[in-house]
């Protein structure tokens, strides 16, 4: 049994058979719609969702599975029931389990008492279905991994940028990471890094919120007068394709301008979170 909590334990092998089997789903959907039949996904969230959300519930669906949504924001979880005990009973219940928790060590204990895989559906540390969806992206628009210039920019110490710093050079994609020094990478990895906005280039300019969910509003004000220089706009992207997980928080990280322009690939990449999604069910179920 394996969990997908980070891409950091996961080989270039297998990273590509994810996006392999993705394109086959994508595809002919159809091929795919008894291979989960009876099989339940647990999802925990708790903090908001969209993308993730809705993905995994219709990925289940159409795989013929079922999958029941639990909401956490309230929940007492870790205080009046130990993430043990909630996950030896839960784990007992379904197939598998996807959450979204604020803190990655709550994810890890999850997954040491789980009985089933345990997919991360996003925390402070890491966001390994988004990453794994982003290169199904790529591979469409460029034809390939390998040798593609992937340049993130802004808040670099945050999931996405963890996510890509295990993955991106694994299947051959050269990092750039551009960041104010107050806010770099807290992981070593294989990526140049510069903190001048002036040196991005690239195939394609990446960006996040300066406002990750788990920051705290008081941090707002702070992060906009650190992050402005680091905006994706029309002059900064240049001929490159324009990457964002989403949310985006429109004319902050990123203009307008760019978000509706040809080159930003943002819906793509939302939308090829529901074929990724498929394939990670599907591979760890196997
Ligand atoms: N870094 C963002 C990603 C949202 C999908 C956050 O954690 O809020």
Redo the contacts with the bound molecule.
């Keep these: 049994m394996k969990h997908l909590l980070t891409l950091k334990n996961y080989s270039e092998e297998e990273i590509l058979d994810f996006i392999k089997l993705a394109e086959k789903i994508k595809k002919r959907p159809k091929r795919f719609s008894k291979k989960l039949s009876r099989k339940t996904l647990l999802m925990l969230f708790a903090k908001p969702s969209l993308r993730t959300h809705l993905s995994f519930d219709i990925a289940m669906y159409q795989l013929g599975g079922h999958a029941i949504f639990y909401d956490l924001s309230h929940s007492v979880l870790g205080e009046k029931e130990s993430i043990k005990d909630f996950s030896k009973v839960t784990s007992r219940y379904v197939n598998i389990i996807m959450a979204r928790l604020y803190e990655h060590e709550q994810l890890e204990e999850l997954s040491r008492y789980s009985s089933v895989p345990i997919i991360n559906g ?1 925390t ?1 540390f890491s ?1 390994p279905c ?1 990453i794994l969806g982003d290169l199904l992206t790529i591979k469409e628009k460029f034809g390939k991994l390998n040798g593609i210039k992937l340049t993130f920019i802004g808040d670099a110490d ?3 940028t963890t996510s890509l710093i295990y993955a991106c050079p694994k299947v051959g994609i050269k990092l750039k990471i551009i960041c104010p020094k107050q806010l770099k990478p807290k992981i070593q990895g294989k990526y140049s890094l510069s903190y001048n906005p002036a040196d991005a280039k690239g195939d394609i300019i990446y960006t ?2 300066w406002y ?3 920051v705290e509003k008081s941090q707002y004000a702070k992060r906009k007068k650190l992050l402005r220089k680091f905006q994706v706009n029309k002059k900064l992207l240049g001929n490159a394709k324009f990457m964002h ?3 985006a928080s429109r004319n902050e990280e990123v203009t307008d301008e760019v978000m509706d322009s040809r080159q930003s690939l943002v819906y793509d990449q939302a939308e090829n979170r529901l074929h990724i999604e498929k394939s990670i069910l599907l591979r760890l179920l196997k």
Excluded: E, G, K, V
């Design positions: 996003l402070n966001h988004q945050n999931n996405i996040d919120t990750s969910y788990h997980c989403l949310p």
